[in-house]
Nanobody
Framework: QVQLVESGGGLVQAGGSLRLSCAAS????????MGWFRQAPGKEREFVAA????????YYADSVKGRFTISRDNAKNTVYLPMNSLKPEDTAVYYC????????????????WGQGTQVTVSS
């Protein structure tokens, strides 16, 4: 089992940047594929990005491709999501997600979730 704690959210103006981090507990972080999902008020939770166990393969939602970059540091048990060129429609609670046997993908997240971190982008 893995426990996830997100950080790095906040309030930023449109066009600005933030970097989210997700710290994982335990010594088996490298055995989990990781992902980020987000949920805006009144909307369903949606996939943002995912990265495989070694960090060699990544996958992005079309809405964030070219602006967000997912990465991981297995030595630090941490996954990152730098977000650039932020838009008001990126406003949401962002959740870190971990999957043991497959990469998180749209509609099929991993089994483990963090508590979420709020990102608010003002226009």
């Amino acid at each position: 089992q893995v426990q996830l704690v997100e950080s790095g959210g906040g309030l930023v103006q449109a066009g600005g940047s933030l970097r989210l981090s997700c710290a994982a507990s335990g010594r088996t972080f490298s055995r989990y594929a990781m992902g980020w999902f987000r949920q805006a008020p009144g909307k369903e939770r949606e996939f943002v990005a995912a990265i495989d166990w070694s960090g060699s393969s990544t996958y992005y939602a079309d809405s964030v491709k070219g602006r967000f970059t997912i990465s991981r540091d297995n030595a630090k048990n941490t996954v990152y999501l730098p977000m650039n060129s932020l838009k008001p429609e990126d406003t949401a609670v962002y959740y870190c997600n971990a999957g043991r046997h497959q990469m998180p993908v749209p509609g099929n997240p991993g089994n483990y979730w963090g508590q979420g971190t709020q990102v608010t982008v003002s226009s």
